[in-house]
């Protein structure tokens, strides 16, 4: 309606030209609810984190954000979906180094461009991971478990489900001078499951996955990836403090679009992002249940991580010696 049009018509017409499209119309976006495709399984960190951001970006949407799990292939079965579906802001993926940083170094034929097939929307959290053994194990430290490996190579065997995982293991061995042997999982629970059953003698996991079987006894920390201590676990050494002092690896989580969705569903996403983690109690449990840091920021800012954090996991990657599959 043009500003003389504007003059001329009656007070209810100009109520309905005003507020007929305001900048987040709900008949815009979204127009029902929103998949948040998680590309690994229930129970992991990822699905923890999703349905906890997922549940509180329904009050800014006005949608719910339907988590849905897409498993298998270290995260590349969910994240192609996401990279195929409609650019249109109705599908989205709770993504992680794994799938937005690793992907080309560890896999020979990855199913989607990992840097022009997403747009980012937000970083999400961060978190050190842990290595854990069973409670019971034979290994009380870093070093006794390091000496068994040295002494007997591949007889030590490890766990993995995801690239964070593998790459971490991988690199503690490296830098050690030792080879352990890798048992692949399809899930974290399933690892840890048989971690705790003595099936398997290692897992180097997120904390938000190892961190109740510490609590609960049934696992042993001995030792946190990054150079910091973990405030959960404060009695815990880092391994760049048990004669590894280049050693430093985190995980994390990002939320992303498919590439050439519109800046303003972007615009609209990254506001219900930000209006979530200023919840107190998604920091609450993101913080002190799963032993995060939120790490929320603007879509830009998660591109120019993402860039970075690609170069830093291919050099660790090629570094441990870890050919693509």
């Given amino acids: ?122 970083l999400l959290s961060s978190v050190p991971l842990l290595v854990a053994v069973p409670a019971n194990s034979r290994f009380r430290t870093l070093e006794d478990l390091l000496t068994a490996a040295r002494a007997r190579p591949e007889a030590v065997s490890f766990a993995t489900s995801s690239a964070s995982q593998r790459v971490s293991t991988e690199m503690l061995a490296s830098m050690a001078g030792v080879k352990m042997l890798p048992v692949p999982y399809r899930s974290s629970p399933n690892a840890v499951q048989d971690l705790i059953a003595g099936r398997v003698d290692l897992f180097v996991a997120d904390m938000a996955v190892i961190l109740p079987g510490v609590q609960g006894g049934q696992l042993r920390a001995l030792g946190v990836t990054t150079k910091a201590r973990a405030p959960q676990l404060p009695d815990i050494l880092p391994i760049a403090q048990q004669g590894l002092p280049d050693y430093e690896i985190f995980a994390w989580f990002v939320l992303c679009a498919p590439a050439a969705t519109p800046p303003r569903i972007i615009a609209r996403l990254n506001e219900a992002v930000r209006r979530a983690a200023a919840d107190p109690t998604l920091k609450d449990r993101i913080e002190n249940g799963l032993g995060m ?17 690609t170069v830093k996991w291919t050099d660790a990657i090629r570094a441990a010696g870890i050919e693509p599959e």
């Fill in 1 to 122: 309606m043009n500003r003389r049009a504007l003059l001329a018509a009656s007070p209810a017409a100009i109520a309905a030209a005003t507020t007929a499209r305001p900048a987040f119309a709900q008949s815009d976006f979204p127009t029902g609810p929103v998949r948040g495709i998680v590309p690994f399984a229930a129970g992991s960190a990822t699905d923890s984190v999703a349905r906890l951001f997922g549940e509180r970006m329904r009050e800014t949407l006005g949608q719910p954000v339907v988590v849905e799990n897409r498993a298998g292939a270290n995260g590349m079965i969910g994240a192609e979906a996401v990279a195929r579906a409609a650019p249109d802001g109705q599908t989205i993926m709770f993504g992680t180094n794994s799938t937005n940083a690793a992907a080309n170094a560890l896999n020979r034929r990855v199913p989607f461009n990992m840097e022009r097939d997403f747009a980012p929307v937000s």
């Fill in 293 to 309: 840091s939120l790490t929320v920021g603007s879509p830009e800012e998660a591109a120019a991580f993402i860039r970075t954090e």
